[in-house]
Nanobody, 122 residues
Framework: QVQLVESGGGLVQPGGSLRLSCAAS????????VGWYRQAPGKERELVAA???????NYADSVKGRFTISRDNTKNTGYLQMNSLKFEDTAVYYC????????????????WGQGTQVTVSS
């Protein structure tokens, strides 16, 4: 069974930075894609960044140029570096691990971690 633990969230001022971590166990981490998602109050969960098993990143337009996704297969951990944070980045951030099509479509992702809260406020 996959276990996912997100960490690194917090309260930050606009323009600030945070680095999120996603520790995964129970999955073939190195052979799967990693996705970072966020869900703001009253909104649906959305994919903000994904990285393939070979390390190719993709980003939602709303975070492109500000967020950087990476992975460390030796630690079974994914990361999301968030710079130039904006008020609209406030959300609970989640990660997941799986085949790329599953990460992108969010279908078949039966397990989610507890997420980590990111609040951008002055």
């Amino acid at each position: 069974q996959v276990q996912l633990v997100e960490s690194g969230g917090g309260l930050v001022q606009p323009g600030g930075s945070l680095r999120l971590s996603c520790a995964a166990s129970g999955s073939k981490f190195s052979s799967n894609a990693v996705g970072w998602y966020r869900q703001a109050p009253g909104k649906e969960r959305e994919l903000v960044a994904a990285i393939t098993s070979s390390g190719s990143p993709n980003y939602a337009d709303s975070v492109k140029g500000r967020f950087t996704i990476s992975r460390d297969n030796t630690k079974n951990t994914g990361y999301l570096q968030m710079n130039s944070l904006k008020f609209e980045d406030t959300a609970v951030y989640y990660c997941n691990v799986g085949p790329l099509v599953t990460i992108v479509t969010m279908t078949g992702l039966g397990y989610w971690g507890q997420g980590t809260q990111v609040t951008v406020s002055s």
